[in-house]
């Protein structure tokens, strides 16, 4: 059974830094072709990729966030972490965690629960 | 970067009405496209990918067509379990979704 699970901080001040970690099962980041990436929705609004990363360490970001925005990898702890600088209340959204359809295709085939994160002073 | 392009943004409509929602991208993405099912507290389930695939376990009233930057989701007779939020995400170049759909009760 695959399973991924966001946690972090629910509330971060304005200018910080927010750091969330995806924690997964059922398969590997080792696998070839696998990925695991960070969607994100403000209350409301609609769903926006911020970045993945792939087996090989390879890693893809969303232009528009691309200098705050930092995704690694930790393999043995089959975990993905999430780094946000210079936090915003517009930043203010639930976060998810996604897997990659893997050989069938690159889209978001399993999902996180979510985390809502809110940034406010 | 591709832009996605859903319409109708909010449709209303009554149980056992076709649905059909748009989805258009601001460059060719080939096939690669999926629809996603949202509801309220949840996270997206994938409906649809490579534009036409059916996800394993989605009822087959949900159908997808299209190709290049022309795409619609499809729902045959409407059910109450399929009021929700849908979005259409491009893979072709990293990724993209569209602005959501939102299925009423008329």
């Given at each position: 059974q695959?399973?991924?699970?966001?946690?972090?901080?629910?509330?971060v001040k304005p200018t910080?830094?927010?750091?969330?970690?995806?924690?997964?099962?059922?398969?590997?980041?080792n696998t070839t072709e696998m990925g695991v990436g960070w969607i994100r929705q403000p209350p409301g609004k609609a769903l926006e990729w911020l970045a993945?990363?792939?087996?090989?360490?390879?890693?893809?970001?969303?232009?528009?966030?691309?200098?705050?925005?930092?995704?690694?990898?930790?393999?043995?702890k089959n975990q993905v972490v999430l780094t946000m600088t210079n936090m915003d209340p517009v930043d203010s959204a639930t976060y998810?965690?996604?897997r990659l359809g893997h050989f069938r295709g690159r889209f978001f085939h399993y999902w996180g629960q979510g985390t809502l994160v809110t940034v406010s002073s | 970067d591709i832009?996605?392009?859903?319409?109708?943004?909010?449709?209303?409509?009554?149980?056992g009405d076709r649905v059909t929602i748009t989805c258009r991208a601001s460059q060719s993405i080939g096939i690669w496209l999926a629809w996603y099912q949202q509801k309220p507290g949840k996270a997206p389930k994938v409906l649809i990918y490579k534009a036409s695939?059916?996800?394993s376990g989605v009822p087959s009233r949900f159908s997808g067509s299209g190709s290049g930057t022309e795409f619609t989701l499809t729902i045959?007779?409407?059910?109450?379990?399929?009021?929700?939020?849908?979005?259409?995400?491009?893979?072709?170049?990293?990724?993209?979704?569209?602005?959501?759909t939102k299925v009423e009760i008329k």
């Amino acid at each position: 059974q695959i399973t991924l699970k966001e946690s972090g901080p629910t509330l971060v001040k304005p200018t910080q830094t927010l750091t969330l970690t995806c924690t997964f099962s059922g398969f590997s980041l080792n696998t070839t072709e696998m990925g695991v990436g960070w969607i994100r929705q403000p209350p409301g609004k609609a769903l926006e990729w911020l970045a993945l990363i792939y087996w090989n360490d390879d890693k893809r970001y969303n232009t528009s966030l691309k200098t705050r925005v930092t995704i690694t990898k930790d393999t043995s702890k089959n975990q993905v972490v999430l780094t946000m600088t210079n936090m915003d209340p517009v930043d203010s959204a639930t976060y998810y965690c996604a897997r990659l359809g893997h050989f069938r295709g690159r889209f978001f085939h399993y999902w996180g629960q979510g985390t809502l994160v809110t940034v406010s002073s | 970067d591709i832009q996605m392009t859903q319409s109708p943004s909010t449709l209303s409509a009554s149980v056992g009405d076709r649905v059909t929602i748009t989805c258009r991208a601001s460059q060719s993405i080939g096939i690669w496209l999926a629809w996603y099912q949202q509801k309220p507290g949840k996270a997206p389930k994938v409906l649809i990918y490579k534009a036409s695939s059916l996800e394993s376990g989605v009822p087959s009233r949900f159908s997808g067509s299209g190709s290049g930057t022309e795409f619609t989701l499809t729902i045959s007779s409407l059910q109450p379990d399929d009021f929700a939020t849908y979005y259409c995400q491009q893979y072709n170049s990293y990724w993209t979704f569209g602005q959501g759909t939102k299925v009423e009760i008329k």
